[in-house]
C-alpha cells in the first residue's frame, strides 16, 4: 500500500524539483496543471471561432445597425426585420440575450393605460375567430387593425391636439398593409383604412381581427 506521503516530481521552467506533499494534494496540484493548459489553449491567437460564434457575431453586427436606424425597435421588432430584411431566421430569446449583452435597449416605453375602452352595450358581437393565434405562415392570411392615439403641441389649448392612426398590419412580417391619420376618431377612419388595404391587395381574402374598442 502507497504512503499518504510519495515524492512527486514537477517540472517548472526547466528546473526538476522534488515536492514532498499529501496524495490528495498532489492530484489536486496535477489538476490545476490541467485546467491551466486547457485555458492556454482556449485563449491561444489561433483558436478558431465557431460556426455559431461567427453567426452570433454576425447577428449582433446587424441588430446593431438595425437600433441605429430604429431606435425604437424592441427584441421583437428586431427579431423580425432580421427574418425580413437580413434573411437570418432566429428565435426571440437568442435576439434578447444578444440585446443584453450589447446593452441594446428600446428608447420608448409604452404605458399601460391607454384611451381604448370596451362598448358597454355593443350592437354586435363577432366571434372571436383568431383565439389570439398572432402568427401566420403566409402573406395577407390574417391582418389585425387598431386605432392609436397621439397627443401634440405644448402650452395653450390651441396649440395642442390629437391625431389618430388606424393601422392594419399583417401579421406574417408585422409590416403595416395600410394606415390612415385624422383628426377624428371616427367610422369614416377605419373604412378609408380597410379600403385602402383591399385596393393595395386585390384578390386577397384575410381573416380581419379588431378589438372592441371606439
Not at 517540472?11 to 490528495?24: A, D, Y
Not at 489538476?31 to 491567437?45: G, N
Not at 392609436?148 to 399583417?170: N, Q, R, W
Not at 367610422?187 to 381573416?207: M, R
Request: aromatic fraction near 10%; glycine fraction near 4%; charged fraction near 30%.
Amino acid at each position: 500500500m502507497l504512503d499518504r506521503m510519495e515524492h512527486s516530481y514537477i517540472k517548472i521552467r526547466g528546473e526538476i524539483r522534488v515536492i514532498s506533499m499529501p496524495l490528495l494534494y498532489h492530484a489536486y496540484v496535477y489538476l490545476e496543471f490541467l485546467i491551466l493548459a486547457c485555458t492556454i489553449y482556449i485563449l491561444a491567437p489561433g483558436h478558431v471561432n465557431s460556426d455559431n460564434d461567427n453567426l452570433n457575431e454576425r447577428i449582433a453586427d446587424n441588430i446593431t445597425k438595425i437600433h441605429d436606424e430604429h431606435p425604437d425597435m424592441g427584441y421583437r421588432r428586431i427579431r423580425d426585420t432580421l427574418a425580413h430584411d437580413y434573411k437570418i431566421a432566429v428565435n426571440d430569446k437568442r435576439v434578447l440575450r444578444i440585446c443584453r449583452k450589447k446593452k441594446i435597449q428600446s428608447f420608448i416605453k409604452h404605458r399601460y393605460n391607454c384611451c381604448t375602452k370596451p362598448a358597454s352595450d355593443p350592437a354586435y358581437v363577432a366571434e372571436n375567430i383568431l383565439n389570439r393565434e398572432f402568427k401566420s405562415d403566409m402573406i395577407n392570411q390574417k391582418w389585425v387593425t387598431d386605432v392609436s392615439e397621439f397627443k401634440y403641441g405644448v402650452g395653450e389649448d390651441d396649440k395642442k391636439g390629437k391625431l389618430y392612426l388606424s393601422v392594419i398590419l399583417d401579421l406574417c412580417d408585422r409590416r403595416p398593409v395600410a394606415f390612415v391619420y385624422s383628426t377624428r376618431n371616427d367610422n369614416p377612419l377605419v373604412f378609408d383604412t380597410f379600403d385602402k388595404a383591399v385596393a393595395a391587395n386585390p384578390g386577397a381574402t384575410p381573416l380581419l381581427h379588431s378589438d372592441r374598442g371606439y
